[in-house]
T-cell receptor, first 113, second 109 residues
Framework: DGGITQSPKYLFRKEGQNVTLSCEQN?????MYWYRQDPGQGLRLIYY???????QKGDIAEGYSVSREKKESFPLTVTSAQKNPTAFYLC????????????FGPGTRLLVL | EDQVTQSPEALRLQEGESSSLNCSYT??????LFWYRQDPGKGPEFLFT???AGEEKEKERLKATLTKKESFLHITAPKPEDSATYLC??????????FGKGTKLSVKP
């Protein structure tokens, strides 16, 4: 079955620690995205990538980093510089053309110890 | 600035009681309006994409409509399994989606 997978489902971060969230898709989509969801707020864009080896900052990129070495994979690292990392993180993918539907993974919930 | 506003924030219905959710938007050139359903602790599930005013799409008890300023998600004779948060988004100039805060729908038997 084609789809988007995210792992882990839950992730715990200690203060000062960097953690990496995994996102993989087998939909042959060119574009991939990371969103953050907080209670009572809409999804906010962290980073996006429209092609391998290229990515752009979204609205709330500070404290996060990404890489796009393969078309299928777009991992997100939450660095120690992100002071309020507790949130639900969602990965999405789409074909590259503007206005294309984005399909979402199941999400990773990050909690701070 | 592109913006999406959804109303109401929460809606409680009795089973079979039809209603509508509203999504109003301001955007410099609409690049698609998207409806998603999200269950607690899960990722959004795609429902509909609308591209031009007057367009309508249906799926089971749901029907989405679009005007130049807003979209409606009509729910006909809802069932308890329709309970979820419904998210509306518009396509942004960067290829991303700009989301509203959602409407939490509860359908009681």
């Amino acid at each position: 079955d084609g789809g988007i997978t995210q792992s882990p489902k839950y992730l715990f971060r200690k203060e000062g620690q960097n953690v990496t969230l995994s996102c993989e898709q087998n939909l042959n989509h060119d574009a991939m995205y990371w969103y953050r969801q907080d209670p009572g707020q809409g999804l906010r864009l962290i980073y996006y990538s429209q092609i391998v080896n290229d990515f752009q900052k979204g609205d709330i990129a500070e404290g996060y980093s990404v890489s796009r070495e393969k078309k299928e994979s777009f991992p997100l690292t939450v660095t120690s510089a992100q002071k309020n990392p507790t949130a639900f993180y969602l990965c999405a993918s789409s074909f590259k053309r503007t206005g294309e539907t984005q399909y979402f993974g199941p999400g990773t919930r990050l909690l701070v110890l | 600035e592109d913006q999406v506003t959804q109303s109401p924030e929460a809606l409680r219905l009795q089973e079979g009681e039809s209603s509508s959710l509203n999504c109003s938007y301001t955007v410099s050139g609409l690049r698609g309006l998207f409806w998603y359903r999200q269950d607690p602790g899960k990722g959004p599930e795609f429902l509909f994409t609308l591209y031009s005013a007057g367009e309508e799409k249906e799926k089971e008890r749901l029907k989405a409509t679009l005007t130049k300023k807003e979209s409606f998600l009509h729910i006909t004779a809802p069932k308890p399994e329709d309970s979820a948060t419904y998210l509306c988004a518009v396509g942004g100039s960067q290829g991303n989606l700009i989301f509203g805060k959602g409407t939490k729908l509860s359908v009681k038997p």
